[in-house]
């Protein structure tokens, strides 16, 4: 996801083309460089959506959780009320 070096050891050196003479050294293998972009890109927005609806999934739960217990709270409040009156 954070797309560190492996693209200049792994795949950069997967661009190049090299033929049985080296005379095709070089030059750009346009379909495996247009792979390897749009992986990265397709897994980059995937994984960034996986993240972002766990974060929003667990802030929504802990969200709905601290006002049950504020709820909770305030019911044993004025329960204690009610007896001390």
């Known amino acids: 996801m954070t797309g560190d070096s492996w693209a200049s050891s792994v795949s950069?050196?997967?661009f190049d083309e090299v033929g049985p003479d080296?005379?095709?050294a070089g030059n750009l293998n346009r379909r495996v460089a247009l792979f390897s972009?749009?992986?990265v890109i397709i897994a980059t927005i995937i994984?960034?959506?996986i993240v972002v609806a766990v974060l929003l999934d667990e802030f929504i739960s802990s969200v709905t959780r601290e006002k049950e217990e504020q709820a909770r709270l305030l019911q044993e409040q004025r329960e204690l009320e009610a007896k001390a009156s």
Do not use: G, H, M, W
């Open 37 to 39: 972009i749009s992986y």
């Open 22 to 24: 080296d005379a095709e």
């Open 47 to 49: 994984l960034v959506n």
């Open 12 to 14: 950069r050196t997967l």
